[in-house]
């Protein structure tokens, strides 16, 4: 089942701007990452926070967790066009067994140059 | 290199020809998983594997099998595919430390369409 809803689904900006994307989930969680998918490839691992962690940064990476509202965002600051991409999130629930992640559907990022 | 790598990147077929698409990776990682990526689905777990031999259902394992018999190996196995089944796949990996797991490593997708 898909536990993280992700908010908005696609966003367009342009260049230099920040994106913010946020995520929602439904029960408790070791930690949530978050993952960059290019078109056509793989995802990749961008950022880890654990839940008892609220934020980290990450160069132009910024997460916070907020474990009371069960939601998390990732800040993209100064954006580039190279930056455009999906971008995931995916919780490590405290009650799976062990390594399954639980991902969202994605926000769509288009990055105007 | 570290890497995932999936074969075949792509493939054409028609329903009921048995297929495999495999995944190795070389970073000495006890998990596996496979995941299908759908529109409007997001990915979803088809099966995972702790270590050599422990094998486990995901989330949508049906017309799916999985083995694993060698750690960097973890083939999956569509023995009568049917258009249902088309889809974007993927490969991931990841490396146990204590208790939990490291995030994950993917591969770059087999695009299998079922005709």
């Known amino acids: 089942s898909q536990q993280g809803e992700e908010d908005p689904q696609a966003l367009s900006i342009q260049e230099g701007e920040n994106a913010t994307m946020n995520c929602s989930y439904k029960?408790?969680?070791?930690?949530l990452q978050w993952y960059r998918q290019n078109s056509g490839r793989g995802l990749v691992h961008l950022i880890l926070?654990?839940?008892?962690?609220r934020e980290k940064h990450s160069g132009r990476l910024r997460v916070t967790l907020d474990t009371s509202k069960k939601s998390s965002s990732l800040l993209i600051t100064a954006s580039r066009a190279a930056d455009t991409a999906s971008y995931f999130c995916a919780t490590d629930d405290v009650y799976n067994q062990g390594g399954k992640l639980i991902f969202g559907q994605g926000t769509e990022l288009s990055v105007k140059p | 290199e570290a890497q995932v790598t999936q074969n075949p990147r792509y493939l054409i077929t028609v329903t009921g020809k048995k297929l495999t698409v495999t995944c190795s990776q070389n970073m000495n990682h006890e998990y596996m998983s496979w995941y299908r990526q759908d529109p409007g689905l997001g990915l979803r777990q088809i099966y995972y594997?702790?270590?050599?031999?422990?094998?486990d259902k995901g989330d949508v394992p049906e017309g799916y099998k999985v083995s694993r018999k060698e750690k960097r190996n973890f083939p999956l196995i569509l023995e009568s595919p049917s258009p249902n089944q088309t889809s974007l796949y993927f490969c991931?990996?990841?490396?146990?430390?204590?208790?939990?797991?490291?995030?994950?490593?993917f591969g770059d997708g087999t695009r299998l369409s079922i005709l």
């Open positions: 991931a990996s990841s490396l146990k430390q204590g208790a939990r797991y490291q995030p994950q490593h």
């Open positions: 594997s702790m270590n050599v031999e422990v094998t």
């Open positions: 926070i654990r839940s008892n962690e």
């Open positions: 029960t408790s969680i070791n930690n």
